[in-house]
């Protein structure tokens, strides 16, 4: 396993490319299970999720190449409905290649998701939309097995939670089914819309992407593409937030100001300057006081929760005290002991932490326990004093692409060493 050896105090100075968005090129993968003809998708990241997501389309029937950063996908025939329960426990939303497969072919055999560290993860919802398609499902030995009419019935249906995946599932599913659908409640956030924009552009007929209220007149097939993966919003966020804790001057390349418009107001609130231009934005922190705000995660344009881990380390070193809320998951926290070995004062009380800011932080030997938890050590390690050790780094690996790398080229000083 791989780990990660940090000399903290240098200042981030310098240009990052920011890669495409993991949380978008899922989805948009799983769609190309959608038409039979040939799907480009280009600035694909090349992370171990997305290696993942590669071998369960392979095993349902898609031929799949990767050349230069693009991938091309292409599904003549549907061969095989069941997603293997050791591929999907290795990424959860790869349980959404359940939508097309129904959508197709009128059948599934999809391993259950699980869990994960930062939370149950259930399904209920989707199980809700699929008794209100009127979709015949039974659960046996860990996988539910569906069978739908074809093509499946059009719904109306509202979300009792505001759910991306459950929002990608809708899409899916309604875009080739009989008449018209309605979601209430859907989610906003820009991977749902760039999913929506992408089935359109296929030959779906999707209205209200970005609104509470999306409606789909559903057709008969859906044509081949070639797309280009939007850049990743959390990895900016990520950078901005680092920048923010070391100190020094970061220009962001090919993003967008607008996905993150919380954040970087929040950032400012901090003491960070932030500048926007047509499509890179400069962050500058010149001045060592770091502000304390309070926050709140919730559903897009809200502050996104998957910033929550990143932004706590800045709380831990800001002169004052914050209070952080994590309203999505309800184990979004395990970044927390491994701050507090860092000489982080934070206490949590059921979904909030409360964080006092102390002026530095200790290297350490840490132990990265998720995705976004990892990203939060890094910064930690960037700002204290000393080295840093974060092990099982491969939680990193599944949703950040080359992070390391970017970070040296601003002056950081990472070593990753494979254990
Ligand atoms: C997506 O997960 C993202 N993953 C998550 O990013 C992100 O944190 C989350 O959306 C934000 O909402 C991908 O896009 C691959 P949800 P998803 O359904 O769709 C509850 C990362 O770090 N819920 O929006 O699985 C659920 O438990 C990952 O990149 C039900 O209760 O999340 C949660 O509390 C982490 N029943 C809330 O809804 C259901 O049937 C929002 O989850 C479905 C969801």
């Known amino acids: ?19 495409g968005s993991k949380n978008a090129c899922l989805p948009m993968m799983i769609a190309s299970l959608m038409t039979d003809e040939k799907m480009t998708l280009n600035n694909i990241p090349m992370l171990s999720d997305v290696k993942t997501l590669i071998s369960i389309l392979k095993s349902l029937g898609t031929n799949i190449e990767y050349k230069k950063d693009n991938l091309h996908l292409h599904t003549k025939e549907i061969i095989n409905h069941k997603a293997s329960y050791d591929l999907v426990k290795k990424m959860r939303a790869s349980f959404w290649v359940l939508a097309p497969l129904l959508a197709k072919k009128g059948y599934a055999e999809v391993s259950l998701p699980g869990g994960c560290a930062i939370g149950t993860r259930p399904i209920d919802i989707y199980l809700e939309m699929l008794k209100e398609m009127n979709i015949k499902y039974s659960i046996n030995n860990g996988y539910i097995v569906a069978k739908a009419e074809s ?3 059009g719904l109306n249906f509202k979300l009792e939670k505001k759910s991306v995946g459950c929002t990608h599932f809708f899409l899916m599913l309604a875009c080739l089914a009989n008449g018209t659908s309605k979601l209430s409640n859907a989610a906003c956030e820009p991977e749902v819309v760039q999913l929506g924009m992408l089935l359109n552009k296929m030959g779906a007929k999707i209205r209200g992407l970005g609104s509470k209220k999306i409606i789909i007149e559903g057709v008969e097939k859906l044509n081949g593409i070639n797309e280009i993966v939007p850049s990743d ?3 900016a966020g990520t950078f901005a937030i680092a920048v923010s804790a070391t100190g020094g001057r970061i220009k962001l390349e090919n993003t ?13 609130k901090t003491g960070s300057k932030i500048n926007k231009s047509k499509n890179s934005i400069n962050i500058e922190k010149t001045n060592d006081e770091i502000y304390p705000v309070n926050i709140k995660t919730s559903p897009y344009p809200g502050f996104p929760t998957d910033l929550q881990a990143q932004i706590m380390t800045l709380m831990a070193i800001s002169n004052g005290q914050s209070e952080i809320k994590e309203n999505i998951f309800e184990n979004r926290f395990m970044h927390v002991q491994e701050l507090v070995r860092m000489g982080a004062n934070i206490k949590l009380d059921k979904d909030k932490a409360l964080i006092r800011g102390t002026r530095s932080l200790n290297g350490a030997n840490v132990m990265a326990t998720d995705l976004r938890a ?3 050590l890094i910064i930690a390690g960037l700002v204290a004093i000393g080295k840093t050790t974060i092990s099982r780094i491969y939680h990193l690996d599944r949703g950040f692409y080359n992070l390391e ?8 000083s990472i070593k990753r060493i494979s254990e």
Not at 263 to 268: R, V
């Open 151 to 153: 093509p499946i019935r």
């Open 374 to 376: 990892s990203a939060s």
């Open 256 to 268: 967008n100001y607008d996905e993150n418009k919380t954040l970087f107001k929040i950032l400012e």
């Open 405 to 412: 790398c970017k970070l040296n080229n601003c002056g950081a």
């Open 233 to 235: 919003r959390i990895e």
């Open 1 to 19: 396993m791989d780990s990660l050896i940090i000399n903290g105090g240098k200042k981030l100075i310098g240009n990052i490319p920011i890669s």
